[in-house]
């Protein structure tokens, strides 16, 4: 298995893209990682680890593409950034898969542009991942696509609903509609329209509201990409403001330092379910490829895991399934 991982990516690079590829190779004795970027910056905080030069091999890609830079703009320009270099050389079989925790819309134009389209996809989509007192659920579709048609959110429906079976290792998933209301004519004149597309689909539960996220109602939680982002910044925000309001409390009390200590061993554990590191990276979902990206600030276990979900997506054969579906 070789994945390509974009060593210029994110807001630590090239460290964290490098301690993270290198904790992946540890772990699977498989695995080979073609780190790109700038050949002098990434070979500089190689020299500062062991590694496997057999199994650990860099490409040269002296362009950088930056967080804030249009990513339309930067792929047409950019050639010789890591992240079209990357995936130029995904597309020519030369790698299984890319990860990058760069600029996420820059790799989903790279992606939809150089990998193309699944055979049967209408459109791509991001599906992001989403805690709930479940486990890690799946939102569909998270910024990729502001706007979707009817026939559009039944693939993106589908494509979520493989990718919770073959890697979240969740048996039947469920769908729903993210709406305004549960009861069936609720919303705009998409949204029943889609509702209808739905109605016959295998687990589809109707729709759902906001309040039924959290608690796991659904699986696959499908909405256009406007709503789908909101929601999922939303969810990052959470945790930082939840300690804040207890830290908030904490002080109000004047709890001792034991309870204080107590409080945020209980405050740890109940809000890791939230920690994005624990799963590395969210998918594009109906591209002919497999473009995988993180969190700009993602730590070395975040690229690891990152890593390990392209692996997963390979050996699983995320694709195929969603081709067999689709056609």
């Known amino acids: 298995m070789i994945v390509a991982v974009d060593a210029a990516g994110g807001d630590y690079y090239p460290k964290n893209p490098v301690e993270g590829a290198l904790q992946a190779v540890e772990e699977n004795s498989e695995l080979t990682v073609l ?55 995904h597309k020519a079989g030369k790698c299984d898969a890319f990860v990058s925790a760069g600029n996420t819309g820059a790799l989903l134009a790279a992606s939809m542009f150089g990998l193309g389209k699944l055979k049967g996809v209408l459109r791509p989509t991001i599906a992001s991942y989403f805690p709930t007192i479940k486990g890690f659920r799946l939102l569909v579709d998270a910024g990729a696509n502001l706007e979707i048609k009817p026939e559009a959110a039944v693939q993106f429906a589908k494509m979520g609903q493989i990718y919770c079976q073959q890697i979240l290792k969740i048996d039947n998933p469920k769908v729903g509609l993210l709406n305004v209301g549960e009861e069936e004519g609720k919303g705009t004149d998409l ?16 729709n759902v509201e906001g309040k039924d996220i959290l608690p ?15 929601v999922l910044k939303f969810g990052e925000s959470i945790p930082e403001i939840v300690q804040q309001m207890i830290g908030g409390a904490v002080k109000e009390m004047g709890l001792s330092k034991e309870e204080v200590g107590q409080i945020q061993k209980v405050l740890h554990t109940a809000l890791s379910s939230f920690n994005y590191e624990n799963v590395g990276g969210i998918p594009f979902l109906g591209v002919n490829g ?3 990206v ?18 997963q997506t390979v050996e699983n054969d995320v694709n195929g399934k969603i081709v067999a579906s689709l056609n």
């Open 35 to 89: 780190l790109f970027g700038p050949e002098d910056q990434v070979n500089k905080e190689l020299a500062n680890h062991d590694y496997d030069t057999q199994r650990v091999l860099v490409h040269d890609a002296p362009q950088v593409i930056g967080m804030e830079e249009s990513p339309a703009q930067a792929v047409k320009t950019k050639q010789q950034s890591s992240i079209v270099v990357g995936v130029g050389l």
């Open 191 to 206: 949204l029943k329209e889609i509702h209808a597309e739905l109605k016959n689909h295998d687990n589809f539960v109707g």
């Open 216 to 230: 796991g109602k659904a699986d696959v939680f499908l909405c256009d990409g406007l709503v789908g982002n909101i």
């Open 290 to 292: 497999v473009s995988i």
């Open 294 to 311: 993180g969190h700009g600030g993602s730590s070395p276990l975040a690229i690891k895991n990152m890593i390990k979900s392209a692996v």
